[in-house]
């Protein structure tokens, strides 16, 4: 198995770290993240679901009006 060398705050593994890694049989997989507006997902549905309901809330032409015309 060949390592990534990407640690999680984007730098580079050193050989040491890289050798426990093998050692413990430890894996690293790249997450990807789905921002919308100022939250941050690691799961696409949910991010989804989230504009989904602001714009449920809102009309075409902003968010959605409240009181009589």
Do not use: C, H, W
Request: glycine residues 10%.
């Amino acid at each position: 198995m060949t390592l990534d060398k990407q640690t999680e705050a984007g730098g580079s593994v050193d050989q040491s770290r890289a050798d426990e890694m093998t050692k413990y049989g430890i894996t690293r997989v790249p997450i990807d993240y789905y921002y919308y507006k100022t939250f941050r997902y690691t799961n696409l549905g949910d991010a989804i679901a989230q504009a989904e309901r602001e714009f449920a809330g809102s009309s075409p032409s902003g968010p959605a009006e409240t009181g009589s015309r």
